[in-house]
C-alpha cells in the first residue's frame, strides 16, 4: 500500500522578505503524517514580532544554526524544512498584505485631513500659497505615479506613453536627491 503524501512547493535560495528574488522552486513530498511540532509553530509565530533571532531560537529550543537552516530552506529536501519554509512564506505574504493595506489606509487618513485643511483655507477665502505648496509636495512626495507591481500587464505603465514614464522617473528621483539632501 502506497503511503499519502501531500506536495509542498516553495522558493529557496533567499529568506522571507528578502528583496533578492529565489533562485530554485523546491517541490517536496512530504508523508502526511510528518507535521510541524508546536516549536515549529512558535518559531513561525515569534519570527513575525520584532523579537531577534537568537532570542527566537532559545524560546523555542532550537540552536541558532538549526533555526537558520530552517529560516533559509536548508536542507532544501528535508519534509520539516519544506512544511517550514511554506509556512514562513506564507506568514510573509500576510504580513506584506497587512502592510500593504495598512499604508493604503493612512494615505486616505491623510489626503481626508489635507483636504479638509485646503477646505478650511478656501472657505476663509485665502488660498495662500505658503499653505498649498507644502500640501501638494507632500502629495507627490506620498503617492509616485507609478507603482511597482510584479505583475507587469495591470499596472500604471501600460496607460503612459514613453515620455511620461521618463518624466515620472526624472521627478521620482529629484523627489529622492532633495529627500536626501533635507
Not at 34 to 56: C, P, Q, Y
Not at 57 to 70: K, N, P, R, S
Not at 135 to 159: M, P, R, W, Y
Amino acid at each position: 500500500m502506497k503511503r499519502k503524501t501531500k506536495t509542498v512547493t516553495y522558493m529557496a535560495g533567499s529568506p522571507p522578505g528578502s528583496t533578492r528574488a529565489p533562485n530554485k522552486k523546491i517541490t517536496v513530498r512530504v508523508p502526511v503524517e510528518i507535521d510541524l511540532n508546536e516549536n515549529h509553530h512558535k518559531a513561525l509565530r515569534l519570527l513575525t514580532t520584532s523579537m531577534k533571532f537568537g532570542d527566537v531560537a532559545a524560546e523555542c529550543g532550537f540552536t541558532t544554526v538549526q533555526l537558520g537552516d530552517l529560516y533559509l530552506g536548508r536542507p532544501a529536501r528535508d519534509p520539516i524544512v519544506a512544511l517550514f519554509q511554506s509556512e514562513l512564506r506564507k506568514n510573509d505574504e500576510m504580513l506584506r498584505q497587512k502592510i500593504k493595506r495598512l499604508i493604503a489606509d493612512t494615505k486616505i487618513m491623510v489626503l481626508e485631513d489635507l483636504n479638509s485643511l485646503v477646505q478650511k483655507e478656501r472657505a476663509n477665502g485665502s488660498t495662500d500659497e505658503r499653505v498649498l505648496v507644502p500640501i501638494l509636495n507632500a502629495l507627490a512626495k506620498a503617492s509616485g505615479g507609478i507603482e511597482v507591481t510584479q505583475n507587469i500587464q495591470n499596472n500604471v505603465f501600460n496607460s503612459m506613453t514613453s515620455e511620461e514614464i521618463v518624466h515620472e522617473f526624472r521627478r521620482l528621483t529629484a523627489i529622492t536627491v532633495s529627500s536626501k539632501a533635507n
